[in-house]
Every structure is written in structure tokens, then in C-alpha cells.
């Protein structure tokens, strides 16, 4: 399993554009990237999920360098409501048992 | 999104007592269940994964025989803390994941709301 690599915390204000970034230096080949939210006292809720180059959806995007090294979660026009801890998973998914290992995850905290 | 849900949402136990927290697929079967357990202001620490139908698989420094794991169905698994004690004090979360559907595989994995378990 490829080791990831978050900062603990960061801070923003709320309309602004937040880029978390997440160095898995150890990829693998069949490995996916997956980030998750989760707040104080509830279980984690999936955001995105990437192979290479940029994904999007209806919450945020997900860039992926063609080395796919790193990764970089960007939420756009943040709020208050996405005060909360942010997990960058890296694993194989093409195996039905593979694991869900968290690393330490980024602490977000959204100012008005 | 598919909807997991656990059962207690807190509990408190006496020491030495033992608890059963569920872990329900609501509106899907789940081939593989993963038990977590969270201290706070840590990250979730993956306890064992398990299958249907099969023995669960501990990660290591696990009690195998203090924490028992049940996934008896494709919708239900169970996580019994044995003669619990304070130290045994976390939020423990659940992750359900459908897997392969046929010739589709389906990854993504869905989590419940969480368990607190707080023993005095």
C-alpha cells in the first residue's frame, strides 16, 4: 500500500478556493486515489476518486500529475460547512479485497 | 449514495462487560466489511477486514479474541467488544463495499455514522 503524505492542518476563509495536496510517492500502477470528508463524531463520506489527469464533480476536483506522484484535492468557494479533516486514500481497487488504510488526513478549518 | 448504518450510536458499558455494535447494508449487499476504530483528534485505524461468509482478518496488534467480527450475511456484520475496559473507550466506524456485481466491480466504499463506546 502506497504511503500518503497530507499537511496536518490548514486554514482559509470562506469564499476562497482551498488546495489540499497529497504526495504518494510510492504509487502503483493498478493504485486509485480517493479523498474523503469527515466531521467531528460521524464516519467519513467519499468525495472523489482519480486515476491520472483532472477529475471533477459536483463538489470538487481532483488533479493528478502524469507521474501521479501527488494529487491535489481544490474545493472551490469553501464554507464554513466544510470545516472538517480530509483523507487522501491511495490503493488498489481492482481487487474486491483490498484495503481502506487512512493515513492522517488534513485538518481544514474555514474562517468566516 | 448507498446507506450504512450503525447500531448503537453510543453505548456506555460497564468494565468487564462486552458490547455488540451493528453494522447494517442498507440498500445493498456488501461482500466486504472494514471495522475501524478512532481516537480523538487521530485518524481511523483499520481493525480487520471481513468477508461473507468467512473468518475476518485481523490487522496486526488486534485482539482477534477481544474484538469478535461476525459477517454472517451480505447485509449485516457485527463487531462484540469481549470484557471491554476503559482503554477500549473509541469511536469505531464500519465501511461496507459492494465489490464485484457480475462481470462489474463496483470500489467504492460506504461508511457508517459511527459507535461511541465509552466504558466505565
Known amino acids: 500500500l502506497a504511503k500518503t503524505t497530507q499537511p496536518i492542518s490548514m486554514d482559509s476563509y470562506e469564499g476562497q478556493e482551498v488546495n489540499i495536496t497529497c504526495s504518494h510517492n510510492?504509487?502503483?500502477?493498478?493504485?486509485?486515489i480517493t479523498w474523503y470528508q469527515q466531521f467531528p463524531s460521524q464516519g467519513p463520506r467519499f468525495i472523489i476518486q482519480?486515476?491520472?489527469t483532472k477529475v471533477t464533480n459536483e463538489v470538487a476536483s481532483l488533479f493528478i500529475p502524469a507521474d501521479r506522484k501527488s494529487s491535489t484535492l481544490s474545493l472551490p468557494r469553501v464554507s464554513l460547512s466544510d470545516t472538517a479533516v480530509y483523507y487522501c486514500?491511495?490503493?488498489?481497487?481492482?481487487?474486491?479485497?483490498?484495503?481502506?488504510?487512512f493515513g492522517s488526513g488534513t485538518r481544514l478549518s474555514i474562517r468566516p | 449514495g448507498a446507506v450504512v448504518s450503525q447500531h448503537p450510536s453510543w453505548v456506555i458499558c460497564k468494565s468487564g462487560t462486552s458490547v455488540k455494535i451493528e453494522c447494517r447494508s442498507l440498500?445493498?449487499?456488501?461482500?466486504?466489511m472494514f471495522w475501524y476504530r478512532q481516537f480523538p483528534k487521530q485518524s481511523l485505524m483499520l481493525m480487520a477486514t471481513?468477508?461473507?461468509?468467512?473468518?475476518?482478518?485481523?490487522e496486526q496488534g488486534v485482539e482477534k479474541d477481544k474484538f469478535l467480527i461476525n459477517h454472517a450475511s451480505l447485509t449485516l456484520s457485527t463487531l462484540t467488544v469481549t470484557s471491554a475496559h476503559p482503554e477500549d473507550s473509541s469511536f469505531y466506524i464500519c465501511?461496507?463495499?459492494?465489490?464485484?456485481?457480475?462481470?462489474?466491480?463496483?470500489?467504492?466504499?460506504?461508511f457508517g455514522q459511527g459507535t461511541r463506546l465509552t466504558v466505565v
Open positions: 465501511s461496507a463495499r459492494v465489490g464485484w456485481q457480475g462481470s462489474t466491480l463496483n470500489t467504492e466504499a460506504f
Open positions: 510510492n504509487i502503483a500502477t493498478n493504485d486509485y
Open positions: 482519480g486515476y491520472k
Open positions: 486514500l491511495v490503493g488498489e481497487l481492482w481487487s474486491s479485497a483490498s484495503k481502506i488504510i
Open positions: 440498500d445493498f449487499q456488501a461482500t466486504t
Open positions: 471481513s468477508n461473507e461468509g468467512s473468518k475476518a482478518t485481523y
